[in-house]
T-cell receptor, first 120, second 111 residues
Framework: DTGVSQNPRHKITKRGQNVTFRCDPISEHNRLYWYRQTLGQGPEFLTY????????KSRLLSDRFSAERPKGSFSTLEIQRTEQGDSAMYLCASSFGIGGTGVSGSYEQYFGPGTRLTVT | RKEVEQDPGPFNVPEGATVAFNCTYS??????FFWYRQDCRKEPKLLMS???SGNEDGRFTAQLNRASQYISLLIRDSKLSDSATYLC????????????FGQGTRLTINP
């Protein structure tokens, strides 16, 4: 399967614990995005990378959240001191894009299957 | 006001019916527009992009009205397999390649 993959697919954790999710994008894609989706809502943008550079972070991404893409390939999203409100589906997407952060060519974002987080 | 607003539904229609979804967006500087489809407990998948001139893909027709900041999707001759949540999506190109999703409209096609 050459699509976007995410691990784990499900994670149950107790409040206060740290969790880390991994996303492997489509290999030729230089852009990687993280979104969060709660029940009955559309996905909400969290952050995105172009290669290894993190170019934008949403205000939703509190200081308990950190994302990395150290070699411009896979990415990790860590949540420290989890809270019940963090329970959601965390979706990763990738795309190919050219240019910088402004107007530039950008192509379809392909989503991974998501990691469903439940904080008890 | 939400950046992208949709009627959440649910819409329940018989097979073969024509269904129309509407969406409005608040940021007049938005540049790209899409409809995504999301099946239950699955990831969103691009259904079609939306162009100012309107575009059609088989039974699906998308329209964009920039003056009214309004996007629509029409599904003709609906099939059971069209049952899903349809997400209206806007790309705010200035500053970031981030997609802004509407709440989604849930559609169920009944036999």
């Amino acid at each position: 399967d050459t699509g976007v993959s995410q691990n784990p697919r499900h994670k149950i954790t107790k409040r206060g614990q740290n969790v880390t999710f991994r996303c492997d994008p489509i290999s030729e894609h230089n852009r990687l995005y993280w979104y969060r989706q709660t029940l009955g809502q559309g996905p909400e943008f969290l952050t995105y990378f172009q290669n290894e550079a993190q170019l934008e972070k949403s205000r939703l991404l509190s200081d308990r959240f950190s994302a990395e893409r150290p070699k411009g390939s896979f990415s990790t999203l860590e949540i420290q001191r989890t809270e019940q409100g963090d329970s959601a589906m965390y979706l990763c997407a990738s795309s190919f894009g050219i240019g910088g952060t402004g107007v530039s060519g950008s192509y379809e974002q392909y989503f991974g299957p998501g990691t469903r987080l439940t904080v008890t | 006001r939400k950046e992208v607003e949709q009627d959440p539904g649910p819409f329940n229609v018989p097979e073969g019916a024509t269904v129309a979804f509407n969406c409005t967006y608040s940021n007049s500087a938005s540049q790209s527009f899409f409809w995504y489809r999301q099946d239950c407990r699955k990831e969103p998948k691009l259904l079609m992009s939306v162009y100012s001139s309107g575009n059609e893909d088989g039974r699906f027709t998308a329209q964009l009205n920039r003056a009214s900041q309004y996007i629509s999707l029409l599904i003709r001759d609906s099939k059971l397999s069209d049952s899903a949540t349809y997400l209206c999506v806007v790309n705010l190109i200035q500053g970031a390649q981030k997609l802004v999703f509407g709440q989604g409209t849930r559609l169920t096609i009944n036999p």
